[in-house]
């Protein structure tokens, strides 16, 4: 069952603007992840960011958690057209005993964004 | 660096037929998975598995088996391909390790249509 559920779905924005993804979810988490998708190719690694963590910023990327909400964000600073691709965020739930490194992703927000 | 490959990038099967989907992972991981990917779906996990010969249904098993006869290598397979079964088929891979800490690698997707 897809548990992340992200907003907006569909995102424009003009080259050097900041780019925000939310993305919410249900269950207790150990951590969430954010994914990166460029057009009919395979998800890439953007960040993680544990669930007793708050912030988290990697170049041009801050992701915010806030575990009593069950929400995230994403925000992409002075943008580029290369950022344009689709972005998930994943789940993993927190459970006795372990998860085999299962991820549950949400459907996704796609950004454009225009040179 | 990184690597996870799939046999083929698209691939375009008749009704009823048998085919199989390959995955190889050079980075030694244990935990491999399948997802399909369809619009406004996001992704969904097919199968994964946590060792050799170990397998375990995910959210969507239905009409799909899986092979995990080495470690490297993770086997989607199709009994009798059906055009329901037509979508983005994406596998991944993570090591094994405290819940909540793997990140994923994919690989770059296999495109498969069935008529």
């Known amino acids: 069952s897809q548990q992340g559920e992200e907003d907006p779905q569909a995102l424009s924005i003009q080259e050097g603007e900041n780019a925000t993804m939310n993305c919410s979810y249900k269950?207790?988490?150990?951590?969430l992840q954010w994914y990166r998708q460029n057009s009919g190719r395979g998800l890439v690694h953007l960040i993680l960011?544990?669930?007793?963590?708050r912030e988290k910023h990697s170049g041009r990327l801050r992701v915010t958690l806030d575990t009593s909400k069950k929400s995230s964000s994403l925000l992409i600073t002075a943008s580029r057209a290369a950022d344009t691709a689709s972005y998930f965020c994943?789940?993993?739930?927190?459970?006795?005993?372990?998860?085999?490194?299962?991820?549950?992703f949400g459907q996704g927000t796609i950004l454009t964004v225009h040179p | 660096d990184v690597k996870v490959t799939q046999s083929s990038r698209y691939l375009v099967k008749r009704t009823g037929e048998k085919v199989f989907l390959e995955c190889v992972q050079d980075?030694?991981?244990?935990?491999m998975f399948w997802y399909r990917q369809d619009p406004g779906l996001g992704l969904r996990l097919i199968y994964f598995?946590?060792?050799?010969?170990?397998?375990e249904k995910g959210d969507i098993p239905e009409g799909y088996s899986v092979s995990r006869e080495k470690k490297e290598r993770f086997s989607l397979i199709l009994e009798s391909a059906s055009t329901n079964q037509t979508s983005m088929y994406l596998c991944?891979?993570?090591?094994?390790?405290?819940?909540?800490?793997?990140?994923?690698?994919f690989g770059p997707g296999t495109r498969l249509l069935v008529l």
């Open positions: 991944a891979s993570s090591l094994w390790g405290l819940a909540g800490k793997q990140t994923q690698y």
């Open positions: 269950t207790s988490i150990n951590n």
């Open positions: 960011i544990r669930s007793n963590e």
């Open positions: 994943a789940t993993d739930a927190r459970a006795g005993g372990t998860s085999y490194g299962k991820l549950t």
């Open positions: 980075m030694d991981h244990e935990n």
């Open positions: 598995s946590y060792d050799v010969k170990m397998k």
